[in-house]
């Protein structure tokens, strides 16, 4: 067969491996299938080209243009994944270990894409917080902001997941703004390299964006400064090495990291045999064990069961285990197919032999197995492996040796406490599940353990049918987790952006927030509009433009009327002593929503224009009550702008409603849905 020459994509360009090449096998048959090596690569070239072309590229855009970039290249991978999907197979991986890899990557691409556009605003500041008054008056005022770095992030990404480890971090760096140097782990990165150059065929980003490095990362991180940022995914040794980094450390380079993780499944006191609770718990524990053949920073490693369920347990374990097929990962019959390389099989075994000296082995032997369609002494298999661990109270290597393929190992607890102590003992993990019914065993779990896990996963006979299972990480949720797995934090949707970015905290006047933001600030100058606003287009209209509405009465018939049609007979619009007696109210008071409802009147547009539909309102308030006799107006003010579509955006108003002495009644925030200029 034909050895593939695996290129880097370094300054817009693609590079032939060159110097001491190093050769990378199939893991299902053992062939000599690549060659990678980046010596001679300019490394500090490259993070030039990513500071000088990539990054004022993308920052020259909006967080929408962004997202909307994103969405067009996950649309344009999904279409040529098949490609992706018939190399995947030469990394051991199975049809379905391909889609979590690649459509999962595809898919996390997407919900950053919506996410972005969604809750990051159509411009180029991310505001982190409300805004502070810093003085008595209002003119000075502060609020956080984060904008992007100004540097290169550099994406070391592990073997067992060449497309999605790659894309779940590019997708919130791109967002972002900042552009990415990509460094696969070298045996899987033949996988990586193709969907790379999809990704440059694409056209959708600009030059510098993203670049790739197949084969060794050189003196890359010596230079690296603090406008940078690094983001790893290994082992805990890799990482301590990486981050030790004199150049990293002296220059205060950002590192995140998620690491080794020894993650646990607990087994409810409530979940005995025959509840749905105790199937489930049966199928994720395989499923862990034998999807990607284990190779998933996320996999169960100790499953911790009550002590009287240890046997029937194992039992029903072993029934599962024992009809799974090994072999070819391209045979549609295949269910776990090969690790990612002999030197990852090498180091399981070498694992087991230091688990077996506290851990009875109950199913799988690694010496003896049969592999369908392959031959099982040139390709990197594995059977899977349930250990039983009698004494976890006193053993240490069960806590502290991951064994990165398709192990396990089942353990007892008495109690709740013991249960939770033991997820404990794995150092911090990425993600504990338990699987229970009842809401006091999972409040306990997660008061008791929560400290110790990056995500806690519950899962019963009510969320069965939909959840996404122990070991799937989430672009919606944080994938991370303290201790022992490195302390970082991924995806978690828009926070997982804000690693790519510098907050700031801004003082000023309020025109200067308002400038700084795009956002209107309350006691910053008005703006009188030529017309009413409800009569201009979304591109007419500025931030800030204002209008005062004319006066109107609030009546008691008013009131009676709203309580009549309405139905709202509250005591407080109805009965006057009752109202009386009651601390925040005078006496009889307008409903709120009348208030809202006259607001409306007085600052309503009702010709058709512009303006398609209120889709709603936020952060209502209402500061003093109003009495019969009371005259209010409004201010409405145009607040911030965000384009949604190509015919329409978003204009949030500031609304605010004020009594006859100017006090104020009401605030709140509209949301309406206005026409581009035609």
Not at 216 to 226: H, P, R, T
Not at 369 to 394: E, H, I, Q, S
Request: some cysteine.
């Amino acid at each position: 067969m034909t050895i593939l020459e695996l290129h880097s994509f370094a300054k817009g360009k693609w590079v032939a491996p060159a110097g001491n090449l190093r050769p990378i096998h199939s893991a299902v048959t053992g062939e000599h299938i690549a060659n990678a090596g980046s010596d001679g690569l300019d490394f500090q070239g490259m993070v030039d080209f990513a500071i000088s072309a990539g990054g004022p590229s993308l920052r020259e855009m909006t967080f929408h243009q962004r997202a909307k970039k994103l969405k067009a290249l996950a649309l344009y991978l999904q279409e040529r994944r098949d490609q992706l999907y018939a190399l995947s197979y030469m990394t051991g991986a199975t049809l379905s270990d391909s889609k979590i890899d690649i459509d999962g990557g595809i898919g996390t691409l997407m919900v950053f894409a919506s996410k972005g556009r969604r809750e990051m605003p159509d411009g180029k500041v991310f505001l982190d917080s409300e805004v502070e008054q810093l003085s008595r008056k209002g003119s000075f005022v502060g609020q956080h902001i984060c904008t992007p770095l100004l540097g290169v992030a550099v994406h070391i990404n592990a073997f067992n997941f060449p497309v999605w480890g790659m894309l779940e971090k590019l997708a919130p760096s791109l967002l972002a703004g900042v552009p990415a140097i990509v460094k696969p782990a070298t045996a899987t990165s033949f996988l990586t390299e193709a969907c790379v150059r999809l990704m440059d065929q694409s056209g959708i980003f600009p030059a510098g964006s993203f670049q790739l490095i197949s084969g060794g990362s050189g003196d890359l991180l010596d230079q690296l400064g603090a406008q940078d940022i690094v983001s790893f995914t290994g082992s805990a040794d890799t990482a301590l090495m990486l981050r030790s980094n004199p150049n990293l450390l002296g220059r205060g380079v950002r590192f995140l990291a998620e690491q080794d993780s020894l993650n646990a499944s607990v087994l409810g006191l409530d979940a005995g045999i025959g509840t749905p609770e105790f199937e489930l718990f049966v199928k994720e524990a395989v499923r862990e064990m034998t999807a990607k053949a284990g190779q998933k920073c996320t996999a169960i490693r100790r499953m911790i069961v009550p002590e009287a369920m240890l046997e029937p347990l194992a039992e029903a374990m072993v029934a599962k285990l024992e009809g799974m097929v090994i072999g070819d990962p391209s045979l549609a019959t295949t269910r776990i197919g090969a690790l990612a390389s002999a030197e990852q099989k090498a180091d399981v075994l070498a694992k087991l032999a230091i688990l077996g000296a506290e851990c009875t082995r109950i199913h799988g032997d690694p010496q003896s197995f049969r592999v369908d369609g392959a031959d099982g002494d040139k390709g990197a298999f594995l059977p899977p492996v349930l250990l039983r661990c009698n004494d976890p109270d006193t053993s240490e290597m069960v806590h502290s040796i991951e064994a990165f393929g398709p192990v396990s190992t089942l353990m007892g607890y008495r109690d709740i406490d013991h249960a939770a102590a033991l997820m404990n003992r794995g150092g911090g993990s990425l993600v504990g599940s338990v699987i229970t019914n009842d809401p006091e065993v999972a409040r306990a779990i997660t008061m008791a353990s929560a400290a110790w896990h990056g995500r806690l996963y519950f899962n019963n006979r009510h969320s069965m049918a939909e959840s996404t299972g122990h070991g799937s990480p989430l672009p919606h949720m944080i994938h991370g987790g303290p201790g022992r797995a490195g302390g970082g934090e991924e995806l978690g949707g828009i926070r997982g952006v804000m690693h790519y970015m510098q907050r700031t905290a801004v003082q000023g006047s309020p025109d200067i927030l308002t400038a700084i933001g795009d956002v209107w600030v309350r006691g910053s100058a008005e703006i009188t509009p030529p017309e009413h606003p409800f009569r201009r287009s979304f591109d007419e209209i500025s931030i800030g433009e204002t209008i005062h509405t004319d006066s109107r009465e609030v009546t008691l018939a008013d009131i009676e009327h709203f309580a009549r049609f309405t139905g709202d007979t509250f005591y407080a619009h109805m009965d006057d002593a009752a109202a009386c007696a009651n601390p925040f109210f005078p006496g009889r008071v307008a409903h709120g929503y009348l208030l809202l409802s006259f607001a409306a009147g007085l600052f309503v547009e009702p010709s058709p224009g512009p303006v398609l539909a209120n889709t709603g309102l936020n952060s209502l308030s209402f500061q003093k009550p109003v009495v019969p006799g009371d005259k209010i107006h409004a201010r409405l003010t145009a607040k911030r702008k965000t384009r949604r579509t190509d015919e329409y955006g978003e204009i949030r108003w500031n609304v605010t409603v004020y009594n006859q002495q100017n006090e104020e009644v009401a605030e709140y925030e509209l949301l309406t849905m206005v026409a581009y200029s035609r």
